[in-house]
């Protein structure tokens, strides 16, 4: 093995455990509130979570096959090196620094510390950066705790999203058994229930905080370099991973929609949260606490997962010479890409205190979907090629999930012309860096 080689340690249930931490986040608790407002339907609502779904699973699967034929560290940057070429591949790399997973890290550890706040009130006297300065020392931990090595964070990560998935199914259990919810409310009728073109555009409305809530899906492709016999486990932690949160999606969602009528959960205010609410409702103040600090726990297990693998795009791109060089250092101990995650760190800190990573975030469906799309398409394109393929997906997956994903990012650019025009700035500027770095590598 090579020197400047990432070691093999990730197990195949650890694999399946970091699909479930880097997806499982803030979205399952939030996410339910905007998307009843947009749809009045507690049957389109569940109806949103199944099918955006069923598309994270195409995709999933679609990246199955090129992560088993292309186990290397950083995913789509490697896929994207072979089947588009080295340009396009560095945007992918580019556009993950400067916005989609450091500005999802950001987004995270943000939202962490609003949640510690709200359990210990009496933090807010540290003064008005009090949730910028608990998000940065939660960053700076969790890098610190990465560094150290990758079988220290995989293992935090496992027994973290263990407790996590136990804690949501007793949950469920007990909203289903507390005698405090209604079926009729999936039943009722609501004249606000949107038809016809509204009802797409509502849809598509909801599908976006959908598609926030299973981001991440693709994570552990970052690290397939460290996953032991990947041809195997990358397709089967990419399939059941994916596979256990749209069904924890759909349970939790469910007993949300189960316990508050859909009206309650529209009117809830920008500052509530919608499975806190319904905790309430079980279990008076002490629930809201105790479900409070199921959230801190899960966004600092998801921070934690995308940390651990994020950083391993930034290495093989330093790897390949188009990036910091340093950031290609193996740490000689921990076996860790440690100056990466030094780098990913510093620059989420940077979002977590700009104030902007909320507004970055708005921006991550589009630019993931661009690239999620193209990383289907390619599967199509690659078949020509006749690399080994341990796995390989039926071609009508990738064809329907890459022309959904075309589809998203065309009507995104017509809804939100900005945002869009936003995004792709900040993917493009990375063009003159490419260039610097493709000049140095000829002159060397």
């Known amino acids: 093995m090579s020197s400047n080689s990432l070691k093999p340690s990730i197990n195949p249930v650890s694999a399946i455990f970091l699909v479930v931490s880097a997806i499982v986040g803030s ?17 389109l609502v569940l109806l949103c979570w199944a099918l955006a779904g ?38 992918y790399g580019w556009g993950s620094f400067a916005v989609m997973k450091t500005a999802t890290i950001a987004a995270l550890a943000y939202v962490f510390s609003e949640s510690i706040h709200e359990i210990i009130p009496g933090l807010h006297m540290l003064g008005n950066g009090s949730i910028q300065i608990i998000a940065s020392l939660l960053i700076l931990s969790l890098s610190y705790v990465n560094h150290r090595g990758v079988h220290f964070g995989e293992k935090l990560s496992t027994y ?26 999936f039943t009722g009728t609501n004249t606000q ?50 596979l256990i949160v749209i069904l924890l999606y759909l349970m939790i969602n469910a007993v949300y929609l189960y316990v508050l009528p859909a009206g309650r959960i529209e009117s809830l205010r ?57 950031a290609a250092d193996i740490h000689p101990v921990y076996n860790t890409p440690s100056f990466s995650i030094l780098i990913q760190a510093i620059w989420s800190i940077v ?47 990738p064809a329907v999930f890459s022309t959904f994903c075309f589809v998203l990012v065309i009507v995104s650019t017509i809804n939100q012309p900005m945002q869009t025009l936003t995004g792709l700035l900040l993917i493009c500027s990375g063009i003159p860096v490419y260039y610097y770095y493709n000049r140095k590598q000829k002159s060397e």
């Open 27 to 43: 979205g399952i608790y939030k996410k339910v509130a905007p998307m009843t407002a947009e749809l009045h339907s507690p049957a």
């Open 54 to 91: 069923a598309l994270s699973l195409m995709g999933a699967m679609s990246n199955a096959e090129l992560a088993s034929m292309m186990p290397g560290s950083g995913g789509e940057y490697i896929y994207f090196r072979k089947i588009y070429g080295k340009f396009f591949s560095f945007l």
């Open 160 to 185: 973290f999203i263990a407790a996590i998935v136990l804690s949501i199914l007793a949950f469920v259990v007990l909203a289903l058994t507390s005698g405090k919810g209604k079926f009729a409310h």
């Open 193 to 242: 229930v949107p038809t016809g073109w509204k009802l797409f555009i509502a849809l598509f409305a909801a599908s976006l905080s959908a598609f926030w809530g299973y981001e991440g899906w693709n994570n552990i492709g970052f690290a397939g370099e460290e996953v032991k016999n990947p041809q195997r486990n990358l397709p089967l932690a990419l399939g059941a991973g994916t």
């Open 270 to 326: 920008p500052g509530q949260i919608a499975a806190v609410e319904v905790a309430r409702v079980l279990g008076g103040s002490y629930g809201a606490i105790l479900l409070s600090v199921l959230i801190v726990v899960t966004t600092f297990n998801c921070t934690n997962g995308t940390i651990l693998l994020s950083a391993r795009i930034f290495f093989a791109m330093a790897r390949d010479g188009l990036f910091i060089r340093k």
């Open 351 to 397: 979002l977590v205190w700009s104030g902007s990573f909320d507004v970055l975030t708005d921006l991550l469906v589009f630019a993931s979907f661009l690239f999620y799309g193209a990383a289907s398409f390619g599967v199509i394109l690659f078949r020509k090629n006749k690399m080994h393929r341990p796995y390989k997906v039926p071609l009508w997956i």
